[in-house]
C-alpha cells in the first residue's frame, strides 16, 4: 500500500487549500482513511477520518465546520480529499494520510494506522 499525499502550500489566514490523498495498492472498501498533522514541536494530531465504503466520517473539534473529508471510492481508484477552509495560522503543519485495515470505529488515535504518506506543509501566514 501506498499514500501520496499532495496539495499543500502558503496560505493567507481565512483562505481555502485541498488537499489529496491517492493511495495506491491493496486498499479494500473496509479501510478506514485519516487525515493527521504535526506542527513544530509538537505531537502528531488526528484532524479527520473517513470510511471508503459508505463514507462516514470523524472530525476533530479544532476544524469542525471549516474541514470536510471526502473520498473516491471506484474500484482501483481510491483518493481521499480534506477541503480546508477558513483556515487558521494555528492550522500550520505537515498534513499526513494515512491508512487503518483493522478497525470497529474511525480512529483518532495515529498508532491505529498501518500505513501513511509523506506529508505535505501547509503553512497559514497572518
Known amino acids: 500500500v501506498q499514500l501520496q499525499a499532495s496539495g499543500g502550500g502558503l496560505v493567507q489566514a481565512g483562505g481555502s487549500l485541498r488537499l489529496s490523498c491517492a493511495a495506491s495498492?491493496?486498499?479494500?472498501?473496509?479501510?478506514?482513511m485519516g487525515w493527521f498533522r504535526q506542527a513544530p514541536g509538537k505531537e502528531r494530531e488526528f484532524v479527520a477520518a473517513i470510511r471508503f465504503a459508505g463514507g462516514s466520517t470523524n472530525y476533530a473539534q479544532p476544524v469542525k465546520d471549516r474541514f470536510v473529508i471526502s473520498r473516491i471510492n471506484a474500484g482501483a481508484r481510491k483518493t481521499v480529499f480534506l477541503q480546508m477552509n477558513s483556515l487558521k495560522p494555528e492550522d500550520t503543519a505537515v498534513y499526513y494520510c494515512?491508512?487503518?485495515?483493522?478497525?470497529?470505529?474511525?480512529?483518532?488515535?495515529?498508532?491505529?494506522?498501518?500505513?501513511w504518506g509523506q506529508g505535505t506543509l501547509v503553512t497559514v501566514s497572518s
Open positions: 494515512a491508512a487503518d485495515r483493522y478497525t470497529g470505529g474511525l480512529s483518532e488515535v495515529p498508532g491505529e494506522y498501518d500505513y
Open positions: 495498492g491493496p486498499i479494500f472498501s473496509s479501510y478506514v
